[in-house]
Nanobody, 115 residues
């Protein structure tokens, strides 16, 4: 089982990034997929969740209206489009796959928002 995040990097405030998380080793479509982030010295926090069919999503209040989570079940991939980025969005971003008591995590990708 693997979840591999990509797309992180350094971006200026107000900029955009799109993160991807490619899943392998399990049947992707039934899993609830989420993005979490962890900033230095802070606890990991939930950013966004998308349910298996992709019609239902949830967002943390801090990113609502700026971030969009989506999934392509044919490509075993979940995305996080991040717009209007702020310095406080700086963190390592992780994807998580969850189904019942089973969950898998990726290794994370660094996002740094700085001028």
């Amino acid at each position: 089982v693997q979840l591999v995040e990509s797309g992180g990097g350094l971006v200026q405030p107000g900029g955009s990034l799109r993160l991807s998380c490619l899943a392998s080793g399990f049947t992707f479509s039934p899993y609830v997929m989420s993005w979490y982030r962890q900033a230095p010295g802070k606890e990991r926090e939930l950013v966004a969740t998308i349910y298996s069919a992709g019609w239902s999503t949830n967002y943390a209040d801090t990113v609502k209206g700026r971030f969009t989570i989506s999934r392509d079940n044919a490509k075993n991939t979940v995305y996080l489009q991040m717009n209007s980025l702020k310095p406080e969005d700086t963190a390592v971003y992780y994807c998580k796959a969850e189904r019942g008591s089973i969950d898998y995590w990726g290794q994370g990708t660094q996002v740094t928002v700085s001028s």
